[in-house]
Protein backbone atom coordinates (compact mmCIF):
# COMPACT_ATOMS: atom_id res chain seq x y z
CA UNK A 1 0.00 0.00 0.00
CA UNK A 2 1.45 3.50 -0.80
CA UNK A 3 0.33 6.43 0.59
CA UNK A 4 0.75 9.98 -0.80
CA UNK A 5 0.55 13.23 0.47
CA UNK A 6 -0.54 16.02 -2.23
CA UNK A 7 -2.23 18.90 -2.59
CA UNK A 8 -5.54 19.61 -4.80
CA UNK A 9 -7.47 21.89 -5.85
CA UNK A 10 -10.03 20.69 -7.52
CA UNK A 11 -11.23 23.94 -9.17
CA UNK A 12 -7.90 24.68 -10.84
CA UNK A 13 -7.68 20.76 -11.54
CA UNK A 14 -4.51 21.03 -9.81
CA UNK A 15 -3.44 17.82 -8.27
CA UNK A 16 -6.57 15.64 -10.17
CA UNK A 17 -6.37 13.50 -13.43
CA UNK A 18 -6.94 16.87 -15.02
CA UNK A 19 -3.41 18.64 -14.10
CA UNK A 20 -0.45 17.69 -16.93
CA UNK A 21 2.03 17.34 -14.30
CA UNK A 22 0.27 14.02 -13.49
CA UNK A 23 1.52 12.69 -16.23
CA UNK A 24 5.30 13.66 -16.06
CA UNK A 25 7.55 11.37 -13.85
CA UNK A 26 11.17 10.67 -14.09
CA UNK A 27 12.47 7.68 -16.43
CA UNK A 28 15.73 5.48 -16.02
CA UNK A 29 18.02 6.48 -18.67
CA UNK A 30 20.25 2.97 -18.41
CA UNK A 31 22.83 3.92 -21.78
CA UNK A 32 24.94 0.57 -23.28
CA UNK A 33 28.62 0.78 -23.32
CA UNK A 34 28.50 1.54 -27.28
CA UNK A 35 26.39 4.97 -26.55
CA UNK A 36 28.79 5.97 -23.43
CA UNK A 37 31.38 6.22 -25.67
CA UNK A 38 29.84 7.79 -28.46
CA UNK A 39 28.40 10.35 -25.81
CA UNK A 40 32.47 10.38 -24.58
CA UNK A 41 32.77 11.73 -28.05
CA UNK A 42 30.75 15.35 -27.11
CA UNK A 43 33.27 18.19 -26.06
CA UNK A 44 30.41 18.76 -23.34
CA UNK A 45 30.30 15.02 -21.88
CA UNK A 46 33.73 14.58 -22.22
CA UNK A 47 33.95 17.66 -19.95
CA UNK A 48 31.76 16.30 -17.26
CA UNK A 49 34.06 12.77 -17.23
CA UNK A 50 37.55 14.53 -17.70
CA UNK A 51 37.99 17.37 -15.39
CA UNK A 52 37.61 16.10 -11.97
CA UNK A 53 39.62 12.81 -12.81
CA UNK A 54 42.29 15.01 -14.15
CA UNK A 55 41.76 17.39 -11.09
CA UNK A 56 42.21 14.55 -8.66
CA UNK A 57 45.49 13.45 -10.04
CA UNK A 58 46.47 16.63 -10.97
CA UNK A 59 49.08 17.49 -7.98
CA UNK A 60 49.00 14.06 -6.63
CA UNK A 61 50.52 12.61 -3.67
CA UNK A 62 53.90 12.66 -1.36
CA UNK A 63 54.38 9.15 0.49
CA UNK A 64 55.91 9.37 3.83
CA UNK A 65 57.16 7.02 6.00
CA UNK A 66 59.31 7.84 9.12
CA UNK A 67 61.57 4.55 9.15
CA UNK A 68 62.83 5.37 5.98
CA UNK A 69 65.89 7.13 4.38
CA UNK A 70 65.15 9.90 1.39
CA UNK A 71 66.74 7.59 -1.08
CA UNK A 72 64.28 5.34 -0.43
CA UNK A 73 61.38 7.40 -0.57
CA UNK A 74 63.22 8.91 -4.55
CA UNK A 75 63.29 5.47 -5.24
CA UNK A 76 59.77 4.44 -4.78
CA UNK A 77 58.81 7.74 -7.03
CA UNK A 78 61.12 7.05 -9.54
CA UNK A 79 59.06 3.13 -9.79
CA UNK A 80 56.05 4.40 -9.17
CA UNK A 81 56.77 7.21 -12.44
CA UNK A 82 57.96 3.88 -14.58
CA UNK A 83 55.08 2.33 -13.69
CA UNK A 84 52.94 5.07 -14.91
CA UNK A 85 51.06 5.09 -11.39
CA UNK A 86 49.54 7.92 -11.61
CA UNK A 87 48.71 8.02 -15.43
CA UNK A 88 46.31 4.88 -15.21
CA UNK A 89 44.86 6.10 -11.56
CA UNK A 90 43.78 9.15 -13.90
CA UNK A 91 42.18 6.54 -16.57
CA UNK A 92 40.44 4.33 -13.85
CA UNK A 93 38.86 7.65 -12.63
CA UNK A 94 37.46 8.34 -15.88
CA UNK A 95 36.33 4.90 -16.78
CA UNK A 96 34.24 4.47 -13.98
CA UNK A 97 32.90 7.85 -14.07
CA UNK A 98 31.87 6.90 -17.68
CA UNK A 99 30.45 3.61 -17.01
CA UNK A 100 29.86 3.36 -13.82
CA UNK A 101 33.20 1.33 -12.65
CA UNK A 102 36.66 0.23 -14.12
CA UNK A 103 38.99 -1.31 -12.30
CA UNK A 104 43.24 -1.69 -12.55
CA UNK A 105 44.56 -5.30 -12.73
CA UNK A 106 47.99 -5.88 -10.98
CA UNK A 107 50.47 -7.96 -13.16
CA UNK A 108 53.10 -9.54 -10.65
CA UNK A 109 54.94 -12.57 -10.34
CA UNK A 110 54.44 -13.37 -6.73
CA UNK A 111 55.26 -16.72 -7.63
CA UNK A 112 52.09 -18.26 -5.35
CA UNK A 113 50.41 -19.78 -8.73
CA UNK A 114 47.52 -18.44 -10.70
CA UNK A 115 45.88 -15.32 -10.70
CA UNK A 116 42.59 -16.94 -9.59
CA UNK A 117 44.58 -17.12 -5.93
CA UNK A 118 45.08 -14.60 -3.52
CA UNK A 119 47.68 -12.26 -3.18
CA UNK A 120 49.76 -11.90 -0.77
CA UNK A 121 52.34 -9.24 -0.50
CA UNK A 122 54.88 -10.84 1.82
CA UNK A 123 56.00 -12.66 -1.10
CA UNK A 124 56.29 -10.05 -3.08
CA UNK A 125 60.11 -9.04 -3.68
CA UNK A 126 61.52 -6.06 -5.85
CA UNK A 127 61.25 -5.97 -9.26
CA UNK A 128 58.27 -8.36 -9.37
CA UNK A 129 55.75 -6.12 -9.89
CA UNK A 130 55.31 -6.22 -14.25
CA UNK A 131 53.10 -3.83 -15.14
CA UNK A 132 49.52 -2.37 -14.72
CA UNK A 133 46.53 -3.06 -16.86
CA UNK A 134 43.37 -0.48 -16.96
CA UNK A 135 39.86 -2.10 -17.87
CA UNK A 136 36.26 -0.52 -17.40
CA UNK A 137 33.26 -2.55 -16.02
CA UNK A 138 32.28 -4.18 -19.60
CA UNK A 139 35.81 -6.18 -19.20
CA UNK A 140 35.43 -7.29 -15.77
CA UNK A 141 32.93 -9.70 -14.76
CA UNK A 142 31.66 -10.46 -10.92
CA UNK A 143 31.63 -13.61 -10.51
CA UNK A 144 31.40 -15.12 -6.58
CA UNK A 145 30.17 -12.53 -4.29
CA UNK A 146 31.27 -12.17 -0.21
CA UNK A 147 28.71 -12.43 1.48
CA UNK A 148 29.64 -14.37 4.63
CA UNK A 149 32.52 -11.97 5.60
CA UNK A 150 31.67 -8.86 7.29
CA UNK A 151 34.47 -6.56 6.25
CA UNK A 152 35.98 -4.39 3.43
CA UNK A 153 35.08 -6.52 0.92
CA UNK A 154 31.56 -7.56 2.09
CA UNK A 155 29.05 -7.16 -0.90
CA UNK A 156 32.05 -7.05 -2.98
CA UNK A 157 32.87 -9.72 -5.75
CA UNK A 158 35.59 -12.49 -4.40
CA UNK A 159 36.23 -12.82 -7.83
CA UNK A 160 36.03 -11.61 -11.19
CA UNK A 161 35.77 -12.76 -14.85
CA UNK A 162 38.15 -10.58 -17.55
CA UNK A 163 36.80 -10.94 -21.10
CA UNK A 164 39.36 -13.45 -22.17
CA UNK A 165 37.67 -16.00 -19.88
CA UNK A 166 40.52 -15.62 -17.16
CA UNK A 167 39.64 -15.77 -13.30
CA UNK A 168 40.89 -13.26 -11.17
CA UNK A 169 41.49 -13.02 -7.53
CA UNK A 170 39.84 -9.65 -5.90
CA UNK A 171 43.16 -9.39 -4.13
CA UNK A 172 45.00 -8.21 -7.68
CA UNK A 173 41.87 -6.29 -8.73
CA UNK A 174 42.25 -2.24 -7.73
CA UNK A 175 38.78 -1.39 -7.84
CA UNK A 176 37.09 2.24 -8.82
CA UNK A 177 33.01 2.79 -8.81
CA UNK A 178 31.19 5.52 -10.61
CA UNK A 179 28.39 7.70 -8.23
CA UNK A 180 27.39 5.45 -5.25
CA UNK A 181 24.03 3.33 -5.99
CA UNK A 182 21.23 2.09 -3.18
CA UNK A 183 21.84 -1.82 -2.99
CA UNK A 184 18.87 -2.80 -5.24
CA UNK A 185 20.23 -0.73 -7.87
CA UNK A 186 23.59 -1.75 -7.54
CA UNK A 187 23.00 -5.62 -7.71
CA UNK A 188 20.47 -4.29 -11.02
CA UNK A 189 23.79 -2.73 -11.90
CA UNK A 190 25.94 -5.75 -11.95
CA UNK A 191 27.67 -4.95 -8.71
CA UNK A 192 28.92 -1.36 -10.32
CA UNK A 193 28.67 2.06 -9.37
CA UNK A 194 26.39 4.70 -11.18
CA UNK A 195 27.45 6.73 -14.91
CA UNK A 196 27.70 10.44 -14.25
CA UNK A 197 26.53 10.69 -17.91
CA UNK A 198 23.45 9.23 -16.77
CA UNK A 199 23.06 12.07 -14.37
CA UNK A 200 23.37 14.91 -16.91
CA UNK A 201 22.29 13.34 -19.97
CA UNK A 202 19.23 15.30 -20.11
CA UNK A 203 20.70 18.69 -19.62
CA UNK A 204 23.26 18.08 -22.03
CA UNK A 205 21.05 17.26 -24.34
CA UNK A 206 18.66 20.18 -23.78
CA UNK A 207 21.99 22.26 -24.54
CA UNK A 208 22.91 19.93 -27.77
CA UNK A 209 19.20 20.93 -28.98
CA UNK A 210 19.52 25.00 -27.74
CA UNK A 211 22.26 25.64 -29.95
CA UNK A 212 21.39 23.38 -33.00
CA UNK A 213 18.12 25.61 -33.30
CA UNK A 214 20.08 28.46 -32.87
CA UNK A 215 22.29 27.69 -35.39
CA UNK A 216 19.24 26.69 -37.77
CA UNK A 217 18.12 30.10 -37.18
CA UNK A 218 21.28 31.86 -38.92
CA UNK A 219 20.07 31.15 -42.16
CA UNK A 220 17.12 32.46 -41.21
CA UNK A 221 18.71 35.81 -40.08
CA UNK A 222 17.24 37.94 -42.51
CA UNK A 223 14.40 36.99 -45.29
CA UNK A 224 13.15 38.64 -47.95
CA UNK A 225 9.18 39.01 -48.34
CA UNK A 226 7.72 39.99 -51.89
CA UNK A 227 3.84 40.42 -52.20
CA UNK A 228 2.37 39.77 -55.81
CA UNK A 229 -0.76 40.48 -56.64
CA UNK A 230 -3.00 37.46 -57.89
CA UNK A 231 -0.44 34.97 -57.33
CA UNK A 232 -1.91 31.70 -56.67
CA UNK A 233 -4.27 32.61 -60.13
CA UNK A 234 -0.73 33.02 -61.74
CA UNK A 235 0.83 30.15 -60.85
CA UNK A 236 -2.08 27.26 -61.36
CA UNK A 237 -0.98 27.64 -64.72
CA UNK A 238 2.81 26.54 -66.17
CA UNK A 239 3.56 28.99 -68.03
CA UNK A 240 2.41 31.88 -65.00
CA UNK A 241 4.47 29.57 -62.91
CA UNK A 242 7.48 29.49 -65.18
CA UNK A 243 7.31 33.50 -65.69
CA UNK A 244 6.88 34.25 -61.62
CA UNK A 245 10.21 32.26 -61.01
CA UNK A 246 11.68 33.92 -63.57
CA UNK A 247 11.35 37.44 -62.59
CA UNK A 248 12.35 36.80 -59.24
CA UNK A 249 15.30 35.02 -60.29
CA UNK A 250 16.18 38.15 -62.01
CA UNK A 251 15.45 40.05 -59.42
CA UNK A 252 17.72 38.37 -57.36
CA UNK A 253 20.38 39.08 -59.85
CA UNK A 254 19.65 42.61 -60.35
CA UNK A 255 19.68 43.25 -56.55
CA UNK A 256 22.90 41.28 -56.55
CA UNK A 257 24.82 43.16 -58.69
CA UNK A 258 23.69 46.91 -57.89
CA UNK A 259 22.49 46.32 -54.30
CA UNK A 260 18.75 47.70 -55.53
CA UNK A 261 15.58 45.50 -55.82
CA UNK A 262 12.94 47.00 -58.49
CA UNK A 263 9.66 45.83 -58.20
CA UNK A 264 6.09 46.97 -59.56
CA UNK A 265 4.48 49.37 -57.85
CA UNK A 266 1.44 48.02 -58.95
CA UNK A 267 1.36 44.43 -58.14
CA UNK A 268 4.44 43.67 -55.81
CA UNK A 269 5.71 44.72 -52.61
CA UNK A 270 8.78 43.54 -50.99
CA UNK A 271 9.38 43.77 -46.92
CA UNK A 272 12.77 42.31 -44.79
CA UNK A 273 11.99 40.20 -42.29
CA UNK A 274 15.39 40.07 -39.84
CA UNK A 275 15.43 37.37 -36.87
CA UNK A 276 16.13 39.24 -33.08
CA UNK A 277 19.00 37.30 -31.39
CA UNK A 278 19.61 39.28 -28.68
CA UNK A 279 17.88 36.65 -25.70
CA UNK A 280 19.18 33.48 -27.09
CA UNK A 281 23.32 33.97 -25.47
CA UNK A 282 21.47 34.11 -21.99
CA UNK A 283 19.87 30.72 -23.03
CA UNK A 284 22.34 28.95 -24.02
CA UNK A 285 24.06 30.53 -20.85
CA UNK A 286 21.33 29.34 -18.72
CA UNK A 287 21.58 26.04 -19.94
CA UNK A 288 25.13 25.82 -19.28
CA UNK A 289 24.92 26.60 -15.80
CA UNK A 290 22.56 23.52 -15.73
CA UNK A 291 25.10 21.10 -17.01
CA UNK A 292 27.44 22.82 -14.28
CA UNK A 293 25.51 22.11 -11.62
CA UNK A 294 24.09 18.79 -12.20
CA UNK A 295 28.02 17.51 -12.89
CA UNK A 296 29.32 19.46 -9.81
CA UNK A 297 31.82 21.90 -11.60
CA UNK A 298 32.34 24.71 -11.40
CA UNK A 299 31.27 27.05 -14.57
CA UNK A 300 34.41 29.64 -14.46
CA UNK A 301 36.52 25.65 -14.31
CA UNK A 302 34.21 23.81 -17.00
CA UNK A 303 33.78 26.65 -19.59
CA UNK A 304 36.71 28.50 -19.29
CA UNK A 305 34.98 31.68 -18.47
CA UNK A 306 35.24 34.49 -15.87
CA UNK A 307 32.33 35.04 -13.27
CA UNK A 308 29.30 37.16 -14.34
CA UNK A 309 28.09 39.55 -11.93
CA UNK A 310 29.85 42.90 -9.82
CA UNK A 311 32.97 41.86 -8.16
CA UNK A 312 32.44 38.03 -8.86
CA UNK A 313 35.51 36.46 -8.92
CA UNK A 314 34.61 32.82 -9.22
CA UNK A 315 36.90 32.20 -6.00
CA UNK A 316 34.35 30.88 -3.69
CA UNK A 317 33.20 28.51 -6.39
CA UNK A 318 36.34 27.45 -7.30
CA UNK A 319 37.28 26.53 -3.40
CA UNK A 320 33.81 24.98 -2.63
CA UNK A 321 35.04 22.60 -5.93
CA UNK A 322 38.50 22.12 -4.52
CA UNK A 323 37.23 21.16 -1.02
CA UNK A 324 34.70 18.88 -2.51
CA UNK A 325 37.40 17.30 -4.91
CA UNK A 326 39.81 16.36 -1.22
CA UNK A 327 36.48 15.09 -0.32
CA UNK A 328 36.30 12.63 -2.95
CA UNK A 329 39.80 11.66 -2.02
CA UNK A 330 39.84 10.89 0.74
CA UNK A 331 36.72 8.40 0.06
CA UNK A 332 37.09 7.03 -3.29
CA UNK A 333 40.46 7.63 -3.76
CA UNK A 334 42.76 6.98 -0.29
CA UNK A 335 41.77 2.98 0.03
CA UNK A 336 42.61 2.06 -3.66
CA UNK A 337 45.76 3.57 -3.39
CA UNK A 338 46.58 1.76 -0.23
CA UNK A 339 46.06 -1.05 -1.37
CA UNK A 340 47.72 -0.81 -4.90
CA UNK A 341 51.03 0.27 -2.78
CA UNK A 342 50.79 -2.94 -0.73
CA UNK A 343 52.20 -3.93 -3.63
CA UNK A 344 53.95 -1.10 -4.82
CA UNK A 345 56.15 -0.77 -1.96
CA UNK A 346 57.90 -4.04 -1.65
CA UNK A 347 58.37 -4.06 -5.33
CA UNK A 348 60.35 -0.66 -5.46
CA UNK A 349 61.92 -1.37 -1.60
CA UNK A 350 62.25 -5.23 -1.32
CA UNK A 351 60.25 -5.09 1.54
CA UNK A 352 57.20 -4.36 3.38
CA UNK A 353 57.06 -0.80 4.91
CA UNK A 354 54.99 -0.81 8.54
CA UNK A 355 54.27 3.18 8.97
CA UNK A 356 53.89 3.46 5.09
CA UNK A 357 51.59 6.07 4.32
CA UNK A 358 51.17 9.49 1.87
CA UNK A 359 49.14 12.58 1.78
CA UNK A 360 47.70 14.43 -1.16
CA UNK A 361 49.21 17.54 -2.11
CA UNK A 362 47.19 20.49 -2.52
CA UNK A 363 44.73 20.99 -5.39
CA UNK A 364 44.26 25.01 -5.32
CA UNK A 365 47.21 26.63 -7.00
CA UNK A 366 48.96 29.35 -4.99
CA UNK A 367 50.74 32.75 -6.31
CA UNK A 368 53.88 33.63 -5.21
CA UNK A 369 53.36 35.79 -2.14
CA UNK A 370 50.84 32.77 -0.39
CA UNK A 371 53.37 30.08 -1.46
CA UNK A 372 56.20 32.51 0.08
CA UNK A 373 54.20 33.26 3.19
CA UNK A 374 53.81 29.46 3.50
CA UNK A 375 57.56 28.86 3.59
CA UNK A 376 58.08 31.48 5.65
CA UNK A 377 56.01 30.00 8.36
CA UNK A 378 56.75 26.65 7.82
CA UNK A 379 60.62 28.02 8.23
CA UNK A 380 59.71 29.29 11.36
CA UNK A 381 57.93 26.70 12.92
CA UNK A 382 60.62 24.35 12.10
CA UNK A 383 63.43 26.86 13.34
CA UNK A 384 61.25 26.81 16.97
CA UNK A 385 61.35 23.54 17.01
CA UNK A 386 65.04 23.07 16.26
CA UNK A 387 65.36 25.46 19.27
CA UNK A 388 63.79 23.35 21.63
CA UNK A 389 65.29 20.40 20.63
CA UNK A 390 62.39 18.62 19.41
CA UNK A 391 64.59 17.86 15.91
CA UNK A 392 67.86 18.17 14.82
CA UNK A 393 69.55 20.04 11.96
CA UNK A 394 69.27 16.75 9.35
CA UNK A 395 65.48 16.74 10.20
CA UNK A 396 64.98 20.06 9.78
CA UNK A 397 67.13 20.16 6.38
CA UNK A 398 65.13 16.69 5.43
CA UNK A 399 61.60 18.65 6.09
CA UNK A 400 63.09 21.26 3.72
CA UNK A 401 63.88 19.52 1.06
CA UNK A 402 60.58 17.28 0.96
CA UNK A 403 58.58 20.76 0.97
CA UNK A 404 61.27 21.94 -2.06
CA UNK A 405 61.57 25.04 -0.23
CA UNK A 406 64.89 25.56 -1.78
CA UNK A 407 66.19 24.03 -4.69
CA UNK A 408 69.87 24.40 -4.00
CA UNK A 409 69.33 22.12 -1.03
CA UNK A 410 69.26 18.22 -2.05
CA UNK A 411 69.38 14.77 -0.61
CA UNK A 412 73.51 14.35 -0.82
CA UNK A 413 73.68 17.30 2.35
CA UNK A 414 71.13 16.21 4.22
CA UNK A 415 72.95 12.75 3.98
CA UNK A 416 76.14 14.55 4.84
CA UNK A 417 74.66 16.29 8.11
CA UNK A 418 72.92 13.12 8.84
CA UNK A 419 76.63 11.17 9.64
CA UNK A 420 77.86 14.57 10.98
CA UNK A 421 75.48 14.48 14.00
CA UNK A 422 75.91 10.27 13.89
CA UNK A 423 79.27 10.65 14.48
CA UNK A 424 79.02 13.79 17.32
CA UNK A 425 76.50 11.74 18.73
CA UNK A 426 79.04 8.20 19.39
CA UNK A 427 81.70 10.70 20.33
CA UNK A 428 79.29 11.62 23.32
CA UNK A 429 78.66 8.34 24.01
CA UNK A 430 82.30 7.37 24.21
CA UNK A 431 83.31 9.76 26.35
CA UNK A 432 80.63 9.10 28.91
CA UNK A 433 81.51 5.22 29.05
CA UNK A 434 85.23 6.64 30.24
CA UNK A 435 85.80 5.68 34.30
CA UNK A 436 86.84 9.04 35.96
CA UNK A 437 90.47 9.29 36.74
CA UNK A 438 91.37 10.24 40.01
CA UNK A 439 91.34 13.96 41.01
CA UNK A 440 94.92 15.64 42.28
CA UNK A 441 93.45 16.93 45.43
CA UNK A 442 92.31 14.03 46.68
CA UNK A 443 95.80 12.22 45.96
CA UNK A 444 97.27 15.07 47.83
CA UNK A 445 95.29 14.89 50.79
CA UNK A 446 95.74 10.71 50.87
CA UNK A 447 99.73 12.06 50.47
CA UNK A 448 99.49 14.49 53.53
CA UNK A 449 97.81 12.34 55.80
CA UNK A 450 100.13 9.52 54.73
CA UNK A 451 102.89 12.09 55.76
CA UNK A 452 101.50 12.75 59.25
CA UNK A 453 100.94 9.13 60.13
CA UNK A 454 104.90 8.75 58.86
CA UNK A 455 105.56 11.77 61.38
CA UNK A 456 104.03 10.08 64.12
CA UNK A 457 105.71 7.51 63.86
CA UNK A 458 108.63 8.80 63.70
CA UNK A 459 108.23 10.65 66.77
CA UNK A 460 107.08 7.97 68.64
CA UNK A 461 110.13 5.74 68.13
CA UNK A 462 112.42 8.57 69.29
CA UNK A 463 110.72 9.27 72.20
CA UNK A 464 111.36 5.40 73.21
CA UNK A 465 114.90 5.34 72.60
CA UNK A 466 115.08 8.45 74.81
CA UNK A 467 113.48 6.24 77.62
CA UNK A 468 115.55 3.62 77.20
CA UNK A 469 118.18 5.34 77.47
CA UNK A 470 117.38 7.14 80.53
CA UNK A 471 116.80 3.75 82.30
Known amino acids: ?49 DIPADDMTRKWREPKAPSLE ?20 NEALKWARLYGGSAILINVNDGLGELSDPLDPRYIKEGDLESLLVVDRWDLTPMVLNTWNVGANFRLP ?6 NGTTIHESRVIRFDGYRLPWDEFQKNNYWGGSVAERVYDEILNVKITTQSIASLIFE ?14 IMTQNGLSS ?4 FQLANVTKSINKALIIDQDNETFTKHATNFSGLPNLISEYLSVVAAASDIPATRMLGQSAKGFSATGEGDLDNYYDMLSGKQSSDLYDPLGKLDSVLVPNALGRLVEDWDFTFNPLQQMDEKEISEINKMDIESSRMAYDAGVITLSQWAAQLL ?4 YPTLDAPWVEALEEMERVEAEEIASQMSEPEETGPVNGLTESNELTESDESDESDKTKNEENETQG
Do not use: H, P
Open 70 to 89: IEDIEKFKKVEKELNVKKCV
Open 221 to 234: ASVDVITVKDLFSK
Open 1 to 49: MQLTDNLVNLVSGLGTSNDKRGSTEFSCNQLSRTYLGTLYRNWLFGKVV
Open 158 to 163: ETYKLS
Open 402 to 405: QKGI
Open 244 to 247: IVKR
